[in-house]
């Protein structure tokens, strides 16, 4: 049988149809069943195998427990709600209020898809840098619009911000950035976010900022796309439990917007998930107002993992980047004559047990050669994890 709808242009948008036309899984998911089938190393999938402050489980353990099982209110407990709004004052100076302007949803992958999915009409453009997580294409497609993608080149990962300023234009609906960025580690300086608002202003486009890796920045303070002048009342901050503390698997996620934006996006996240998470939500409550120590341990402990892996990677004769916060770095193969990061990361798994993922996941067809040698490792991984793997890569002979 045949099925008809938007379905075939989503996993075309994600480059997940192969040549058969058969629609693949993400890379993701693809890279984590072949590390746990063969027993490699997974630093491929972006989930840390470490849990986050003890308080913080122990809090969704009692919830549980007191009876926080059923659906809480749409927008989310209002304990959550304040502590986002607190969270976004300490750390950011911005005032959102907690009942109009703060949204909690099923992970910042939600946020994501119901933002473009209530701001994208057919045909409307989505300007992003590429590479870019992998949802931001998929769901443009689902939505209809058209993915403009704004190149961000290696040593620094950074897109020209007259490049990005000139992709906004009156049929841009959104811009949508991501900072610190998932695959490459970079972040926006300031100067390309206040050149972005402009743009978007002179344009009417809305901005999502997906700042899932807020906290997890190791070389530069991270802007909040919102402290940007002009840029609050058009723009959807985004952010996510997952990151900040460790629990990836509990999908709570928020978003933080002026309130007729915040409406727009609400009205679609009813129909995806209604509610979410009970039980994570006081937890996470509780997380957000941790002291300062938390969240600065947190990311001093992931650079230093960041710090081993490199080395591991360098002794091994790849080339690296140094990201600028976030999960991942990117490894160039080019040094080892390894200048298919595809073939690379398939030579990875069956001569070394080590899972990478190629960046060509994360880029447009058409960018496909550009990002070609670029293969992303995960460095949220316990030390003795990335010394098994060192070992691995030591003995590596493509
Ligand atoms: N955006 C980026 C850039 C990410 O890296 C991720 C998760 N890895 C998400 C969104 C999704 O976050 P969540 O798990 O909270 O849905
Ligand atoms: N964000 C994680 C990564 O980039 C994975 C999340 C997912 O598989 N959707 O690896």
Not at 20 to 47: E, H, K, Y
Not at 220 to 237: D, F, K, L, N, Q
Request: aromatic share 8%; glycine share 8%.
């Amino acid at each position: 049988m045949s099925v008809p709808g938007p379905w075939l242009r989503t996993a075309r948008a994600a480059g997940l149809v192969d040549a058969d036309g058969i629609v693949q899984a993400t890379v993701f998911a693809r890279m984590s069943a072949i590390a746990a089938s063969r027993g490699a190393i997974n630093l491929g999938q972006g989930f840390p195998d470490y849990d986050g402050p003890a308080e913080v489980l122990a809090a969704a353990a009692r919830a549980i427990a007191d009876g926080a099982n059923q659906y809480p209110p749409g927008r989310g407990i209002p304990a959550l709600r304040r502590a986002i709004a607190a969270h976004q004052r300490r750390f950011h100076g911005l005032e959102w209020d907690a009942d109009t302007e703060v949204l909690v949803t099923a992970g910042a992958t939600e946020a994501i898809a119901a933002s473009v999915l209530a701001l994208v009409e057919p045909g409307d453009e989505v300007v992003v840098v590429e590479p870019f997580y992998d949802s931001y294409a998929a769901l443009v497609g689902l939505a209809g619009g058209q993915l403009v993608a704004v190149p961000a080149s290696a040593p620094d990962f950074l897109p020209e911000a007259g490049r990005l300023v000139d992709a906004i234009r009156d049929r841009t609906r959104v811009v949508l950035l991501n900072s610190p960025h998932n695959p490459t580690g970079a972040m926006l300086p300031a100067e390309t976010l206040r050149a972005v608002v402009d743009a978007a202003a002179r344009h009417d486009a809305v901005i999502v900022s997906d700042e899932v890796y807020e906290h997890l920045g190791f070389r530069a303070e991270h802007v909040s796309i919102a402290a940007v002048p002009g840029a609050r009342e058009r723009s959807i901050t985004i952010s996510s439990a997952a990151k900040t503390f460790s629990v990836t698997g509990w999908k709570v996620g928020w978003i933080t917007a002026p309130a007729p934006l915040l409406d727009a996006v609400l009205a679609v996240k009813q129909f995806l998930t209604y509610v979410n998470g009970a039980p994570f939500q006081p937890a996470v409550a509780l997380g957000l107002g941790l002291p300062d120590a938390v969240f600065d341990a947190a990311a001093s402990a992931l650079d230093a993992r960041r710090a081993r892996l490199t080395t591991a990677l360098e002794s091994a004769g790849f080339t690296v980047n140094r990201p600028h916060g976030g999960y991942f770095l990117i490894a160039d193969g080019t040094p080892l004559e390894l200048t298919d990061a595809v073939t690379a990361a398939e030579l990875l798994v069956d001569r070394a047990g080590v899972v990478a993922i190629p960046v060509t996941a994360f880029v447009t067809p058409g960018s496909r050669a550009a990002y070609a040698p670029y293969l992303r490792f995960a460095f949220c991984k316990r030390d003795e994890v990335i010394d098994e793997a060192a070992a691995r890569l030591a003995a590596f002979r493509p």
